[in-house]
């Protein structure tokens, strides 16, 4: 029987109520953790977890195609323009490989799409030469930058090709000036899906890109920017075409997919450009 402190303690008379007390629930909370060590002893340990940075693609030549190099890709926005020729001109100086878009929502706005397989060219090259005139007399739009990678799913044909070159010849060619470019974050509920049911939600989505594509009204880069973006977007998005009201009718296309109805938790904002220049397609 426990007895309750009663607020009267007589010295020397050995451990009090309030001390057996206090033993007694030590000896509970004890007894409790004894127990929860001994049931988490029983529990099965995790697997060892091991990285794994490769990319992956189809077999090819019975051979699993892998492939450590990926394409980065940024998309900086700046508003305060007047004149695009020294821009331009200061990007062929410098070598630049990329596009350089006349933005359609700010008439003194331009957007900036660079890529390289080092991402220090970011730090090295890129940023000196946006620091200095003429690219330092415009106000950068942060809300508006984007950085993301080239990725695979794993079914690629031609690795190599779907990673380094296939973005870069869409960003640069000529026929296809529009873009619209967005970051997007999908829902955990989609991370919570057993693989075989993530691919099917995602074969409904490519195949609307893939048929775009091939009537050549769009064409896409897809991005992952997995702990690079400010926002914690997952992906960035590019299209581009011929003409805007194609990719406008892409995006409204995705709306109905399972993808985008169910697990897509934000998207935007969307960067409207012309290309004004284009470095040449290598």
Known sequence: MIEWYSGKVTEGQGPTQ?????????????????????????????????????????????????LDARLFFQLQVFSGGRDNAPLIKALQDNGIEGVLYEDIHDPSGVGLLTFNADPDFFIGRLRPLLIHEPFAQLTIKPEFS???????????????????????????????????????????AF???????????????????????QADLSHDIRLACFGMDPNDNDFVIGLTGKKLYPLSATVQAMRKTKQTANYIEKMGPFFIGKAAWQSPAS
């Open 191 to 213: 991370t919570e899906l057993p693989h075989p049911e993530q691919m099917e939600v995602l074969k409904e989505h490519g195949m609307i890109g893939r048929a775009f594509g």
């Open 146 to 188: 984007m950085l993301g990678r080239t990725y695979s799913l794993g079914y690629e044909q031609d690795l190599e090709d779907w990673l380094l070159h296939k973005p870069r010849r869409t960003a640069l060619n000529p026929a296809w000036p529009w873009a619209v470019w967005y970051p997007l974050r999908r829902s955990g």
């Open 18 to 66: 309030v001390q057996c007390l206090s033993h007694f629930w030590d000896n509970i909370v004890m007894s409790n953790q004894t127990e929860k060590n001994s049931t988490d002893d029983n529990k099965a340990a995790p697997a060892a977890f091991t990285p794994d940075v490769l990319e992956k693609g189809a077999p090819k030549n019975g051979v699993r195609q892998v």
